[in-house]
């Protein structure tokens, strides 16, 4: 379903109306989703017949396979887990655009304690131009 160009301002508008980019981003996710159902499903439907098709039909064992491939990131992950929850370290905020719910990225795993705090958006980002470094 297009949207007019009358439609689209008028939505952009919206968005650089509401208070900090990680609801902007939610909000434009979510009509976005509501735009494109029909083509969501379809898609849905072709990543779960590959993962099927390649034997990853459940996270959980998806990620029994990441953890035995990456062990000391899984051990810095369950480090800084314990430490949070015991009330040893505090939750940051996201250290580019300020919003609480971030995620500690470790840009060295022997080093578990020293995580720079970036909000899932912020976090996705980081990895993709790490990916793209790599390749």
């Known amino acids: 379903m297009a949207i007019s160009i009358t439609s689209q301002s008028k939505t952009l508008?919206?968005?650089?109306?509401?208070?900090?980019p990680y609801k902007r981003m939610k909000?434009?996710?979510?009509?976005?989703?509501?735009?494109h159902r029909e083509?969501?499903?379809?898609?849905?439907?072709?990543?779960?017949?590959?993962?099927?098709?390649?034997?990853?039909?459940?996270?959980?064992?998806?990620?029994?396979i990441w953890r035995a491939k990456n062990p000391l990131a899984y051990k810095a992950q369950m480090i800084l887990n314990y430490k949070i929850k015991?009330?040893?370290?505090?939750?940051?905020?996201?250290s580019v655009c300020g919003v609480e719910k971030a995620q500690g990225h470790h840009p060295d795993y022997t080093k578990p304690l020293e995580v720079r705090w970036l909000c899932p958006i912020h976090h996705a980002i980081l990895h993709a131009k790490l990916r793209r470094l790599k390749n």
Do not use: V
Request: contains cysteine; charged residues 45%; hydrophobic residues 15%.
């Open 13 to 20: 508008k919206y968005f650089e109306n509401l208070p900090n």
């Open 27 to 35: 909000e434009m996710q979510r009509i976005w989703r509501e735009t």
């Open 39 to 64: 083509e969501k499903r379809e898609s849905d439907k072709e990543y779960h017949r590959q993962r099927r098709a390649l034997g990853l039909e459940n996270k959980t064992e998806e990620y029994r």
């Open 86 to 94: 015991s009330g040893e370290i505090k939750r940051g905020c996201c």
